[in-house]
């Protein structure tokens, strides 16, 4: 165990078989483990202890009207604990695993602990790929499991972001190096035969649209909150972010896109590109590592040049505008939002 002073520190280990039964055996202790996933490290606990749901919002800081995302290891578990429509079930077998939630009618009598919920009579669901799925499977119960990071900041890429962060509330980290798609998942909730964004991630929309054959619909930011990541503060640096810039300030750290620069980028005190080559899935990989970068160099202002909407980025927009927003403390969120 590793510690600074008397303080504790989470141990960090390789996801290797005897991993997963590790990560378990904590898990069922009510303990909180960091977990990789194909879209960002998750913050796990099991989704059935109140207690253990409890510390992951006392680690994050997180507001409690904030529902979580639980995480299953196949479709049967899901089945458990929803009632999945015959369109859900049809993303599900087309999507499942990957970066995809659902957010469904809780089943009468589940066992999921309502703070999971923060209220709702729904739950989100989703699947993920690797070693996450055989963890829930070991454990037997879904994980509740946000992103492993400080509630409202840069979600967490990497185990060495999960330990720089929160290293002295938890107990594990299993690493699997950086994570492969690096935005949280996609967020859908079917009303009928209409099909709602409740957040963009790491599945593009025109992927979905082109499997369900019609255009989905997209959520008013100050729509009541129905899943994660739908507050209007979010995913923020502690410096200002400034978005669409076609000219560098004095001293204004630079995020870059693409091979062509705003005008008078050498003025920037820092300067990363998400993409050299204009590609949007390695500008998704790269958005929360290259704004945590930046953001330690201590500018005052991160700038963004403007990124396309298209595909994976209208996720990255989504980030970047909720990075951008007014900090509010979560107390006037919730005046906002009732």
């Not at 957010?103 to 790929?129: E, K």
């Not at 009541?224 to 204004?252: C, F, K, T």
Request: net charge negative; glycine share 8%.
């Amino acid at each position: 165990m590793r510690s600074i002073g008397d303080v504790p520190l989470a141990e960090i280990i390789a996801p290797d078989e005897q991993a997963i039964l590790r990560a378990a055996q904590t898990l069922a202790a009510g303990k909180l483990v960091a977990i990789p996933t194909e879209t960002v490290y998750g913050l796990a606990a099991d989704a059935t202890n109140g207690d253990a749901v409890a510390g992951i919002f006392e680690a994050k800081g997180r507001p409690h009207f904030n529902p979580l995302i639980c995480h299953v290891s196949d479709i049967a578990m899901a089945e458990r604990y929803a009632v999945i429509d015959p369109l859900s079930r049809q993303l599900m077998d087309a999507f499942w695993p990957g970066p995809l939630t659902l957010v469904l009618p809780l089943r009468p009598g589940t066992h999921i602990h309502p703070l999971v919920a923060a209220g709702l009579d729904t739950v989100a669901l989703r699947m993920p790929r690797g070693i996450a799925g055989k963890i829930i499977a070991a454990l037997g119960h879904p994980l509740a499991a946000p992103s492993a990071n400080t509630s409202g900041k840069i979600s967490g890429t990497s185990a060495q972001a999960v330990a720089d962060d929160l290293g002295e509330k938890i107990a594990l980290i299993l690493d699997a190096g950086p994570s492969e798609v690096g935005l949280e998942s996609t967020i859908l909730k079917v009303d009928d035969d209409a099909v709602l964004l409740l957040r963009p991630g790491g599945l593009a929309a025109e992927d979905i649209e082109a499997l369900i054959g019609h255009s989905l619909q997209r959520m008013d930011q100050r729509a009541a909150i129905q899943a994660p990541g739908m507050m209007a503060s979010h995913y923020a640096p502690s410096a200002g972010v400034r978005l669409n810039v076609h000219e560098v300030r004095d001293g204004e750290a630079l995020l870059a896109f693409g091979p062509e620069r705003a005008a008078d980028a050498h003025k920037a005190s820092a300067r990363l590109n998400l993409s050299e080559a204009g590609n949007l899935r390695e500008a998704a990989t790269n958005l929360f590592d290259y704004m945590k970068r930046l953001d330690r160099l201590g500018g005052a202002v991160i700038a963004v040049e403007p990124i396309p909407f298209t595909g994976l980025g209208e996720a990255i927009n989504d980030r970047l505008v909720r990075a951008a927003a007014p900090r509010v403390p979560p107390i006037e969120e919730l005046e906002q939002i009732k």
